[in-house]
Nanobody, 125 residues
Framework: VQLQASGGGLVQAGGSLRLSCAAS????????MGWFRQAPGKERDFVAA??????????YYADSVKGRFTISRDNAKNTVYLQMNSLKPEDTAVYYC?????????????????WGQGTLVTVSS
């Protein structure tokens, strides 16, 4: 699975951005898809994830982004999105998308098998 993240950029505080993660090489419709971010000098942190099971789609969010970010997936396009609203300077980071089988460790970077290259989001105050 190859993942290509895009949509990053420079935005003022309070603004919005939508990140996209396009998958190729294999359909990711049955994979859990996640977004992580890494600020300079810091560890890679969980942001959001979406899974699919017999119930439907289940989403997970870090407390720091809950209510502001929304993760979604379009299986027909093999793409996952991260809509980011009410952005804050502390949201500045390189954002990575990732894919994994199953839901175990869904908030842990080490549980993911496939990673995109990252896209930089800079929020100015």
């Amino acid at each position: 699975v190859q993942l290509q993240a895009s949509g990053g950029g420079l935005v003022q505080a309070g603004g919005s951005l939508r990140l996209s993660c396009a998958a190729s090489g294999r359909t990711v419709s049955s994979y859990a898809m996640g977004w992580f971010r890494q600020a300079p000098g810091k560890e890679r942190d969980f942001v959001a994830a979406v899974t699919v099971n017999w119930i439907g789609r289940i989403t997970y969010y870090a407390d720091s982004v809950k209510g502001r970010f929304t993760i979604s997936r379009d299986n027909a396009k093999n793409t996952v999105y991260l809509q980011m609203n009410s952005l804050k300077p502390e949201d500045t980071a390189v954002y990575y998308c990732a894919a994994k089988n199953g839901v175990e460790g869904i908030r842990s970077p080490s549980a993911y098998s496939y990673w995109g290259q990252g896209t930089l989001v800079t929020v100015s105050s």
